[in-house]
């Protein structure tokens, strides 16, 4: 059974920063990409980045409108993945998900889903 338990959302000032946090059991963690895709109010699914596996490929990958603000990394011994978020703006306001990828490009995420973290980016 896989899980994907998301935490670290919250409510924030524009240009704060915040770090989310994704735990992941019931598959080799350490064989897949791991991917950041969050969901806005009334929008759909946004991907966000996508990070190699790391033993064997350390590449990122990130979506324009984070890049250069957002950073995914990774600990394979803790089956987590993180994104470190920097100044953070209005429009970055989304439930977080992390996601399973098999590569780096948008749309390559697949099974399940967790429950998602909140962020509120708002003065």
């Known amino acids: 059974q896989v899980q994907l338990v998301e935490s670290g959302g919250g409510l924030v000032q524009p240009g704060g920063s915040l770090t989310l946090s994704c735990e992941a059991s019931?598959?080799?963690?350490?064989?897949?990409?791991m991917s950041w895709v969050r969901q806005a109010p009334g929008k759909g699914v946004e991907w966000v980045s996508t990070m190699g596996n790391r033993d064997r490929d350390s590449r990122t990958a990130y979506a324009d409108s984070v890049k250069g603000r957002f950073t995914i990394s990774r600990d394979n011994a803790k089956n987590t993945l993180y994104l470190q978020m920097n100044a953070l703006k209005s429009e970055d306001t989304a439930v977080y998900f992390c996601?399973?990828?098999?590569?780096?490009?948008?749309?390559?995420?697949?099974?399940?889903w967790g429950q998602g973290t909140q962020v509120t980016v708002s003065s």
């Open positions: 996601r399973r990828a098999i590569g780096l490009d948008p749309g390559q995420d697949f099974g399940s």
């Open positions: 019931g598959f080799t963690f350490s064989n897949f990409f």
